[in-house]
């Protein structure tokens, strides 16, 4: 089994949306707290949106970068074990591969986005293409 695995990458259009999925394996999802990257060729690896786990008493929280925030929306379905990113609005300049990741334990979700990576997430998926064009 592959810990995570994102789908419903492809082709967008300008000013369309699309939503990817990040499906969960062998754990349960609700319980770590959950991260979208993505990286563009030639671009370094941005954090985009990551939401806290599900169990917490204080609640959950989300942090969007402010290239995405008011367009894209982190949300968990704990029945499908599965979180979410809806992407509105989509611009050319969000075509990159986009990466979901699952770490246990994180201070904040802002600190989660901003250095999140395969070195230091528990589990990190393969990656699904988007790509904004006309």
């Known amino acids: 089994q592959v810990p995570l695995v994102e789908s419903g990458g492809g082709l967008g259009q300008p000013g369309g949306s699309l939503r990817l999925s990040c499906a969960a394996s062998g754990f349960t999802l609700n319980y770590y707290a959950v991260g979208w990257f993505r990286q563009a060729p030639g671009k370094e690896r941005e954090g985009i949106a990551c939401?806290?786990?599900?169990?917490?008493?204080?609640?959950?929280?989300?942090y969007y970068a402010d290239s995405v925030k008011g367009r894209f929306t982190i949300s968990r379905d704990n029945a499908e074990n599965t979180v979410y990113l809806e992407m509105n609005s989509l611009k050319p300049e969000d075509t990159a591969v986009y990466y979901c990741?699952?770490?246990?334990?994180?201070?904040?979700?802002?600190?989660?986005?901003?250095?999140?990576?395969?070195?230091?997430?528990?589990?990190w998926g393969k990656g699904t293409l988007v790509t904004v064009s006309s």
């Open positions: 939401i806290s786990n599900g169990v917490s008493s204080r609640g959950v929280s989300t």
């Open positions: 990741a699952a770490h246990e334990i994180i201070t904040t979700v802002q600190t989660m986005c901003m250095v999140g990576s395969p070195a230091n997430m528990k589990y």
